[in-house]
């Protein structure tokens, strides 16, 4: 897994934790509006990867 892969589940998990344990609705919100902004980061990274997978020689 790449370093940036890595990094971008590491702030989803955090994301989710975060939103969990917010007591406020106004942070919650914030952390899942965050989660989801990072998880669309993470699946255009995955694609990048793939597109860069096909391009290789087998």
Do not use: G, H
Request: proline share 2%.
């Amino acid at each position: 897994m790449r370093a940036t892969s890595l990094f971008y589940s590491t702030q989803i998990e955090q994301c989710a934790r975060n939103a969990a344990d917010a007591v406020l609705d106004n942070q919650r919100t914030m952390f899942l509006r965050a989660q989801a902004a990072w998880q669309t980061l993470a699946d255009k990274e995955i694609a990048a990867q793939a597109e860069r997978d096909k391009r290789l020689p087998a």
